[in-house]
């Protein structure tokens, strides 16, 4: 059985740091391209963070652009979204989507809250 499991979310005042960590289980995890998304209330879901499948490339959002960054380990089957200088519109359901040609998983989300 395919799992994501996010951690490390939870509410941080503004100008804040978190790491969100996403451990796969159940597949290979170095085939597969990993990314982050979120979610706020009432807006679509969107794409924060990219890295294929060795961490070699990455690609951002714009609004998070030197101010997050995404890594893995594939060793450790997980893959992380170090996220800093945080402001209060970062406040979203963060998902971890794992991807490979016919395969897509997600996580189940993790509540990130920015706000003094």
């Known amino acids: 059985q395919v799992q994501l499991v996010e951690s490390g979310g939870g509410l941080v005042q503004p100008g804040g740091s978190l790491r969100l960590s996403c451990a796969a289980s159940?597949?290979?995890?170095?085939?597969?391209?990993m990314s982050w998304y979120r979610q706020a209330p009432g807006k679509e879901r969107e794409l924060v963070a990219g890295?294929?499948?060795?961490?070699?490339?990455?690609n951002y959002a714009d609004s998070v652009k030197g101010r997050f960054t995404i890594s893995r380990d594939n060793a450790k089957n997980t893959v992380y979204l170090q996220m800093n200088s945080l402001k209060p519109e970062d406040t979203a359901v963060y998902l971890c989507?794992?991807?490979?040609?016919?395969?897509?998983?997600w996580g189940q989300g993790i509540q990130v809250t920015v706000s003094s």
């Open positions: 989507n794992g991807r490979r040609t016919g395969y897509v998983y």
């Open positions: 159940g597949v290979t995890f170095s085939r597969y391209a």
């Open positions: 890295i294929s499948t060795t961490g070699g490339r990455t």
